[in-house]
């Protein structure tokens, strides 16, 4: 099940010493790492600062491209539950005033969505 899943582009946690190690260069003076999760060769990181999204592009992975959202740019937010038929959840996110989603991601059931919603609302409203 957990090939299938990865298949599916869901989302799984990754510890933040491996975040820390292969994407440390990236951060700046006094951002913290707080979790991240791993959706086939993706990154979706949220750090003290901003969420960093790695997209792996191209066959072999080796181009990436780094999207970086400072929480105040964030205009909303919505989580979707898993249902009975549909195992995955969902976390849209926009930005400013576009009125599609910037953003859109599913997580497997190993990821609690609404810890994911909490997060990002504790830096987008805090």
Same mark, same amino acid.
């Given at each position: 099940?957990?090939?299938?899943?990865?298949?599916?582009?869901?989302?799984?946690?990754? =510890?933040?010493?491996? *975040?820390?190690?292969?994407?440390?260069?990236?951060? $700046?003076?006094?951002?913290? $790492?707080?979790?991240?999760?791993?959706?086939?060769?993706?990154?979706?990181?949220?750090?003290?600062?901003?969420?960093?999204?790695? +997209?792996?592009?191209?066959?072999?992975?080796?181009?990436?491209?780094?999207?970086? *959202? /400072?929480?105040?740019?964030?205009?909303?937010?919505? $989580?979707?539950? %898993?249902?009975?038929? +549909?195992?995955? %959840?969902?976390?849209?996110?926009? $930005?400013?005033? +576009?009125?599609? /989603? %910037?953003?859109?991601?599913?997580?497997?059931?190993?990821? =609690?969505?609404?810890?994911?919603?909490? *997060?990002?609302?504790?830096?987008?409203?805090?």
């Amino acid at each position: 099940m957990g090939l299938f899943n990865s298949l599916l582009g869901n989302a799984g946690v990754v =510890d933040k010493e491996t *975040l820390l190690k292969d994407f440390g260069k990236i951060l $700046i003076a006094e951002e913290q $790492i707080e979790t991240g999760f791993k959706l086939i060769r993706d990154t979706f990181i949220f750090t003290s600062k901003r969420l960093i999204l790695v +997209d792996k592009q191209g066959i072999t992975g080796r181009k990436s491209e780094y999207l970086s *959202l /400072p929480y105040k740019s964030i205009s909303r937010f919505s $989580i979707e539950t %898993a249902g009975t038929f +549909d195992l995955d %959840a969902e976390l849209k996110i926009w $930005i400013s005033s +576009d009125h599609q /989603p %910037a953003v859109s991601k599913k997580f497997n059931k190993s990821v =609690d969505v609404y810890e994911v919603q909490k *997060l990002l609302a504790s830096f987008v409203l805090g």
